[in-house]
T-cell receptor
C-alpha cells in the first residue's frame, strides 16, 4: 500500500478555510484516498473518500489531481470544534481490509 | 443504532491478570476490527473479523486473543500483558469486508498495564 506523507501540524483561525495536503506517490490504480478525523480520547471518524477529481460532502471537499499522487482535504470555515488530528489513508479497493493510518496532521483552530 | 460501543472505558491491570475488552455493534456490519493506538501515534490494525471468522492477524502476540461470538459482538482477551501494551484499544466495524468501506469506530478502551 502507498505510504502517505502529510504535515505534522497546522494552525488556523475560526472562519478560515483550511487545506491539508497529503502525498501518496506510489498509489495504485485500485487504491482509494480516505480521510479520517480524530478528537482526543475518541475513535477516528470518517470524513470523506475519493478516487479522482473532486468529491464534496456536507463537511469537507477532497481534491485529487489527475496523477493521483497527492490529494487535498479542504475544510471550509473551520470552527474551534474542528481542532483534531486528520489522517490521510490510501486504501486498497479489494478485500484486503487493510487500513494503514499515516502519521496524521494536528490541526489547531484558534479563536 | 449507528454506533459502536466499547466496554470498559478504562482498565487497569497487572501483568499477571486476565481481562477482556468488549465491543458491540448493531448496524448489521459484516466486518469488525481491533486497533491499538499509542499516545500521539496513529491507530495500528491488530485483527480483522469477516463474517465472524478471523481474516487478518497482524502478527499480534498471543497474549492478545480475539473472539467473535456472534455478528454483533467482538471480544479481546488479555493475558500476561506487558507495560508497553498500555494504549487505547479501538474497535471498529464496516458494512462489508472491502477495505474502502467506511469504518465506524468506537470510543476505545484506555488500558494501563502495571
Amino acid at each position: 500500500l502507498a505510504k502517505t506523507t502529510q504535515p505534522i501540524s497546522m494552525d488556523s483561525y475560526e472562519g478560515q478555510e483550511v487545506n491539508i495536503t497529503c502525498s501518496h506517490n506510489n498509489i495504485a490504480t485500485n487504491d482509494y484516498i480516505t480521510w479520517y478525523q480524530q478528537f482526543p480520547s475518541q475513535g477516528p471518524r470518517f470524513i470523506i473518500q475519493g478516487y479522482k477529481t473532486k468529491v464534496t460532502n456536507e463537511v469537507a471537499s477532497l481534491f485529487i489531481p489527475a496523477d493521483r499522487k497527492s490529494s487535498t482535504l479542504s475544510l471550509p470555515r473551520v470552527s474551534l470544534s474542528d481542532t483534531a488530528v486528520y489522517y490521510c489513508l490510501v486504501v486498497r479497493g479489494d478485500s484486503s481490509y487493510k487500513l494503514i493510518f499515516g502519521s496524521g496532521t494536528r490541526l489547531l483552530v484558534r479563536p | 443504532d449507528t454506533e459502536v460501543t466499547q466496554t470498559p472505558k478504562h482498565l487497569v491491570m497487572g501483568m499477571t491478570n486476565k481481562k477482556s475488552l468488549k465491543c458491540e455493534q448493531h448496524m448489521g456490519h459484516r466486518a469488525m476490527y481491533w486497533y491499538k493506538q499509542k499516545a500521539k501515534k496513529p491507530p495500528e490494525l491488530m485483527f480483522v473479523y469477516s463474517y465472524e471468522k478471523l481474516s487478518i492477524n497482524e502478527s499480534v502476540p498471543s497474549r492478545f486473543s480475539p473472539e467473535c461470538p456472534n455478528s454483533s459482538l467482538l471480544n479481546l482477551h488479555l493475558h500476561a500483558l506487558q507495560p508497553e501494551d498500555s494504549a487505547l484499544y479501538l474497535c471498529a466495524s464496516s458494512p462489508w469486508t472491502r477495505a474502502q468501506e467506511t469504518q465506524y469506530f468506537g470510543p476505545g478502551t484506555r488500558l494501563l498495564v502495571l
